[in-house]
Each structure stands twice: as structure tokens, then as C-alpha cells.
């Protein structure tokens, strides 16, 4: 992988699109499904040959993308502190399952035991996220400090709610685990925060209606 920017700013991407999804989830009920599919499939990619591949495709991050630009770019638009808190949350406990190689392998194994089980179901099949789910409380739920998620009580309390932010959550450590792997760390948010904006632009030119962040 030559370009370690370009595969860092992916790895990001992918991690505030899964976490945007929690918080739409969270506050609203719902989330567009094309970006948890995204997030999702990409838990299930444990041995790919490049950054992209375990998203698909760019188009797929194109929510994450747009996410990443607007955080990055302070002098048009506003942060997110609540999704920025989340970020550097997902990116701790990634940082904490690195030391615990037992959970590690139990969520490899688990992930490709549901994959064995379930390749015939689309990474959206309410069967695929409650083993997704089961697998974030059996292993990185197990980790403190635990993410508390806000938002409405009304959808926090459905059980198909809880279990699509858990497996999204998941996928959150799937993309840090990613960022971690490019050589990522979180000083490289404040000190090189032009280069991943610069990479954000770039992969935002290639997709199909070459939106800007």
C-alpha cells in the first residue's frame, strides 16, 4: 500500500460512517442502509489486499468521506463534538483490545464462524447484525471505559436499535484497527490534519457525482 495518507484517510472515513450511523440510529430510529452495509461487510474483511477492499469500493465510504472533510475543514464548517468524542473512544479501545490478543482471536474467530454460518445473508439481515452484536458485548464490551451512546430513549430502547449500534460499533473498531495497521495515531489528527483533508478532496473527486466535502 504506497500511499499511507490515502489508506489512513479511508480507515477514518470508515470509522465516522459507522459511528454516524449509531448516532442516526440513536436520534432518529434509522440510518441510510447503504453506509451500514458499507460499515458492516467491512467487519467480515480480516484479510484484504488493500485499504479500499475492505469498504468495496470508495462509493460505499462516500457518507464517511463527506463526514471526515467537514470535521477536517474548521473554516467552513462546524465540528461534531459528540461524534469526535465517540471517534477518540473507538480509537482508545482499539488501542486497549491491541493488548488483549485473547479477545482478539475470540472476535476473529467468532466473525468468521458467522461468516461460515450466514454467507448466503446480506451483512443487513437482522440474523447477520444480532451475531455481530453478540459478538461486541462477548468481547470489546468487556473493555472500559464502555461507549454510552445518546441520543432518544424511545429508539435506544428497541432491541433491533441495540443491536444495530452494537454491530456498528464493531465495525468502528474494524476501521480503527485499519487506521492503526496505516501507521494512524491520534497526534495525527492534530498535526497532519492538512494532508488526510487533502486525501478526503481527492477521494471525494473520484466518486460518480464528484460531491466536495
Same mark, same amino acid.
Given at each position: 500500500?504506497?500511499?499511507?495518507?490515502?489508506?489512513?484517510?479511508?480507515?477514518?472515513?470508515?470509522?465516522? *460512517?459507522?459511528? =454516524?450511523?449509531? !448516532? &442516526?440510529?440513536?436520534?432518529?430510529?434509522?440510518?441510510?442502509? %447503504?453506509? #451500514? /452495509?458499507?460499515?458492516?461487510?467491512?467487519?467480515?474483511?480480516?484479510?484484504?489486499?488493500?485499504?479500499?477492499?475492505?469498504?468495496?469500493?470508495?462509493?460505499?465510504?462516500?457518507?464517511?468521506?463527506?463526514?471526515?472533510?467537514?470535521?477536517?475543514?474548521?473554516?467552513?464548517?462546524?465540528?461534531?463534538?459528540?461524534?469526535?468524542?465517540?471517534?477518540?473512544?473507538?480509537?482508545?479501545?482499539?488501542?486497549?483490545?491491541?493488548?488483549?490478543?485473547?479477545?482478539?482471536?475470540?472476535?476473529?474467530? *467468532?466473525?468468521? =464462524?458467522?461468516? !461460515? &454460518?450466514?454467507?448466503?445473508?446480506?451483512?443487513?439481515?437482522? %440474523?447477520? #447484525? /444480532?451475531?455481530?452484536?453478540?459478538?461486541?458485548?462477548?468481547?470489546?464490551?468487556?473493555?472500559?471505559?464502555?461507549?454510552?451512546?445518546?441520543?432518544?430513549?424511545?429508539?435506544?430502547?428497541?432491541?433491533?436499535?441495540?443491536?444495530?449500534?452494537?454491530?456498528?460499533?464493531?465495525?468502528?473498531?474494524?476501521?480503527?484497527?485499519?487506521?492503526?495497521?496505516?501507521?494512524?495515531?491520534?497526534?495525527?489528527?492534530?498535526?497532519?490534519?492538512?494532508?488526510?483533508?487533502?486525501?478526503?478532496?481527492?477521494?471525494?473527486?473520484?466518486?460518480?457525482?464528484?460531491?466536495?466535502?
Amino acid at each position: 500500500m504506497s500511499n499511507v495518507w490515502h489508506n489512513r484517510t479511508l480507515a477514518l472515513a470508515g470509522i465516522l *460512517q459507522a459511528l =454516524h450511523s449509531v !448516532q &442516526q440510529i440513536a436520534r432518529h430510529g434509522n440510518a441510510p442502509t %447503504d453506509a #451500514i /452495509a458499507t460499515s458492516l461487510a467491512s467487519v467480515f474483511k480480516m484479510n484484504p489486499k488493500t485499504a479500499e477492499d475492505v469498504y468495496g469500493n470508495i462509493e460505499g465510504l462516500s457518507m464517511g468521506l463527506r463526514l471526515l472533510g467537514q470535521q477536517l475543514d474548521r473554516k467552513r464548517y462546524r465540528t461534531d463534538p459528540e461524534l469526535l468524542r465517540y471517534l477518540i473512544n473507538i480509537m482508545y479501545l482499539e488501542q486497549r483490545l491491541r493488548k488483549r490478543p485473547k479477545i482478539l482471536a475470540q472476535i476473529a474467530e *467468532q466473525i468468521k =464462524h458467522i461468516e !461460515q &454460518q450466514m454467507e448466503d445473508f446480506s451483512p443487513t439481515h437482522p %440474523d447477520v #447484525i /444480532a451475531r455481530l452484536a453478540d459478538t461486541y458485548v462477548n468481547t470489546i464490551s468487556t473493555l472500559t471505559p464502555r461507549i454510552q451512546i445518546r441520543g432518544e430513549e424511545t429508539h435506544l430502547k428497541q432491541p433491533e436499535n441495540i443491536e444495530r449500534v452494537r454491530a456498528l460499533l464493531l465495525a468502528g473498531i474494524r476501521s480503527a484497527v485499519l487506521w492503526r495497521q496505516m501507521g494512524g495515531n491520534r497526534l495525527h489528527l492534530l498535526f497532519h490534519s492538512r494532508q488526510l483533508l487533502y486525501e478526503t478532496h481527492m477521494l471525494l473527486k473520484r466518486l460518480p457525482e464528484a460531491g466536495a466535502a
